[in-house]
């Protein structure tokens, strides 16, 4: 009768990152086994068998409010364009162990973007003028972000303010 359960069945032995997208809230903590799937990869067995993912979900996520400073809107020609504003992506990249996807917010003109739906915690928060591909579940894929953007830290049910400037690539793909 607990309908909050299911099964995924024919899963191939190996390692592999549990990503949790919940519609609201935030997962507060992913674990099977004893294992925390936010720092460490599930691991499938031969047989396909492995230890239940439990999952906490929380409601009290937090917000990060972000002004670009600078000259976002003077962003180079091969900036990514929607008619004649430039678009700008403003990540929010944890500083802790997560099982979700990186949040990110585009951005067009105001110079003013809000990123909702996250767990309390330390966030670097990086403005780009091109998509990205950030691998934050590895320190090599979370390194080359190191020096860029501000950080802030976010409170249950708080929001954090914070002012960056848009990181110039180059270019309108993703890395």
């Known amino acids: 009768d607990d309908t909050s359960s299911f099964e995924i069945e024919s899963v191939t032995p190996g390692r592999y990152w549990v ?14 086994g004893g294992v925390d ?47 004649e504003l430039h678009q700008i992506f403003v990540y929010a990249i944890p500083q802790f162990p997560s099982s979700g996807a990186i949040r990110m917010s585009g951005l067009q003109g105001s110079g003013q ?12 928060v990086v403005a780009f003028d091109a998509p990205q591909e950030i691998d934050f579940h590895t320190p090599d894929g979370l390194a080359k972000y190191a020096g860029m953007g501000a950080t802030t830290t976010v409170e249950a049910g708080g929001t954090a303010n914070v002012q960056v400037e848009v990181v110039h690539t180059g270019n309108t793909e993703s890395e």
Do not use: C, K, N, W
């Not at 990503?19 to 099977?32: D, L, N, Q, R, T």
């Not at 492995?50 to 670009?68: F, H, K, Y």
């Open 113 to 124: 973007v809000t990123i909702g739906g996250l767990a309390p915690g330390s966030y670097r």
């Open 19 to 32: 990503e949790a997208s919940p519609f609201e809230g935030y997962v507060s903590s992913i674990s099977s």
């Open 37 to 83: 799937l936010a720092r460490d990869p599930l691991v499938v067995s031969t047989g396909g068998g492995s230890a239940p993912i439990e999952v906490t979900l929380r409601d009290d996520a937090g917000t990060i409010s972000a002004q670009l400073v600078g000259d976002p809107v003077g962003t180079p020609a091969t900036a990514t364009t929607v008619g």
